[in-house]
């Protein structure tokens, strides 16, 4: 069964997990890695465990976990090209992750 969970949601940061018993995608990064970490383990999965970060836009209540929490995963990033464009631009680390 695919589950949806929210992490957060609103001008203070965005985060959404989509995920099921074998996948997990993480829809905007705009909450501190901590916090998304924390809300990874109260589902049960560690940050490990993602398999896919989609950004949906780069403004920083979307983005302004990307860059710590690119530290601690090794999943790649989807974006579309301007989006990518944008997060490579502000997140280090992030150009080789992107996929757009």
Do not use: W
């Not at 929210?6 to 989509?18: D, I, K, P, Q, R």
């Not at 465990?49 to 090794?74: E, P, Q, Y």
């Amino acid at each position: 069964m695919l589950e949806l969970c929210t992490l957060a949601s609103g001008s203070s940061g965005n985060a959404v997990l989509v995920f099921n018993e074998t996948n997990a995608l993480l829809i905007d990064a705009g909450i501190s890695a901590k916090r998304i970490c924390d809300g990874l383990r109260q589902l049960g999965l560690g940050p490990e465990k993602l398999d896919a970060i989609c950004i949906t836009h780069s403004h920083s209540d979307h983005i302004s976990g990307l860059r710590v929490l690119l530290k601690r995963v090794i999943c790649p990033v989807y974006a579309t090209e301007a989006t990518g464009a944008e997060i490579a631009r502000q997140v280090e680390g992030a150009a080789d992750r992107l996929h757009t």
